[in-house]
Structures are given as C-alpha cells and as structure tokens.
C-alpha cells in the first residue's frame, strides 16, 4: 500500500535552514507528482510546494525564493529544503500524492521556528 513517511523537523532559530524529507513507497514514485503541504494551530492546512513528474515545481507565493522542492525518483523521496525560515513557518508539514484518484498523506513532521 501507499506510504508517506516524512523526517527533518525539528526546532531552528528564525533565519536558520532544516531539510524535510519523505519517503515514498507502495506506488511508482517516478510517475506521480508530489506535494509538501503544512498546518499552523488553529489554521487550515496549507499548499507549500509541489513538484510534478517531469520535476515541473509550482510554490505558494510566501515561500517563493526561501524554499524549493525537489524529488531523487532513485531513493524515491521527495525533499523541501527550507532557508531563512521564520516563526510563522511553524507548522506540522505534511508530505502528499494522489494515486489511483485517492489522496495520501504521511504522518507529518513538526517544524518549530523560535529563539
């Protein structure tokens, strides 16, 4: 079956860098196109990036230029490098595909941006 599994979170000083990544399995990874999506408290969960098969990448505008998304189709994981980060980054973020016209999303990984 389709599985997510996303690491990198943790706790970083605004202005600090932290790479996520997710680990794709159950599925052909090459072939499909994936998304990293986030959820502050109390907010709804949010488009971070995406990045399609042929490794086309589309970003919500207040990450544009601070993060970037990328995808190796050998170790089947996807990555969202984050720099400059700021408090308001702070969310849990989630890793997600569509297969089969169902939506899979993995367990997520806590970013925390504070000093």
């Given at each position: 079956?389709?599985?997510?599994?996303?690491?990198?979170?943790?706790?970083?000083?605004?202005?600090?860098?932290?790479?996520?990544?997710?680990?794709?399995?159950?599925?052909?990874?090459?072939?499909?196109?994936?998304?990293?999506?986030?959820?502050?408290?109390?907010?709804?969960?949010?488009?971070?990036?995406?990045?399609?098969?042929?490794?086309?990448?589309?970003?919500a505008?207040?990450?544009?230029g601070?993060?970037?998304?990328?995808?190796?189709?050998?170790?089947?994981?996807?990555?969202?490098?984050?720099?400059?980060?700021?408090?308001?980054?702070?969310?849990?973020?989630?890793?997600?595909?569509?297969?089969?016209?169902?939506?899979?999303?993995?367990?997520?990984?806590?970013?925390?941006?504070?000093?």
């Open positions: 079956q389709v599985q997510l599994v996303e690491s990198g979170g943790g706790l970083v000083q605004p202005g600090g860098s932290l790479r996520l990544s997710c680990a794709a399995s159950g599925f052909t990874f090459s072939r499909y196109d994936m998304s990293w999506y986030r959820q502050a408290p109390g907010k709804e969960r949010e488009l971070v990036a995406a990045i399609t098969s042929a490794g086309v990448t589309n970003y505008d207040s990450m544009k601070r993060f970037t998304i990328s995808r190796d189709n050998v170790k089947n994981t996807v990555y969202l490098q984050m720099n400059s980060l700021k408090p308001e980054d702070t969310a849990v973020y989630y890793c997600n595909t569509k297969f089969r016209f169902a939506y899979y999303w993995g367990q997520g990984t806590q970013v925390t941006v504070s000093s």
